[in-house]
């Protein structure tokens, strides 16, 4: 069973940024792709951003892809996400999640998840 630990939210006005890590332990860390997922109030859970377990691959979502990156540092068995430019409609709670085998972006094949982190945006 892994455990997950988000940080990094907060309440920012648009344009600004924020960077959510996202500590994971339990197991080999670099065994699990790792996504990050939010939803927003009303909408359904969204794929943000996925990475390998080597970190060597990563995918996003067309809406953040020039936006937002996801990194990896499997010695501190740590995910990141950076989030720059942010808008209104980036808020919401994120979460971390873990798989084995191939990275997605979509949440119903991710095994593990975090209690999520929330981003507010205002504009």
């Known amino acids: 069973q892994l455990q997950f630990v988000e940080s990094g939210g907060g309440s920012v006005q648009a344009g600004e940024s924020l960077t959510l890590s996202c500590v994971v332990s339990?197991?080999?860390?670099?065994?699990?792709?790792i996504g990050w997922f939010r939803r927003a109030p009303g909408k359904e859970l969204e794929g943000v951003s996925c990475?390998?377990?080597?970190?060597?691959?990563?995918t996003s979502a067309d809406s953040v892809r020039d936006r937002f990156t996801i990194s990896r540092d499997n010695a501190r068995n740590t995910v990141y996400l950076q989030m720059n430019n942010l808008k209104p409609e980036d808020a919401g709670v994120y979460y971390c999640?873990?798989?084995?085998?191939?990275?997605?972006?979509?949440?119903?094949?991710?095994?593990?998840w975090g209690q999520g982190t929330q981003v507010t945006v205002s504009s």
């Open positions: 339990g197991s080999t860390f670099s065994d699990y792709a």
């Open positions: 999640a873990a798989k084995t085998g191939v990275r997605s972006l979509h949440p119903g094949v991710y095994d593990y």
């Open positions: 990475i390998t377990g080597s970190g060597k691959s990563a």
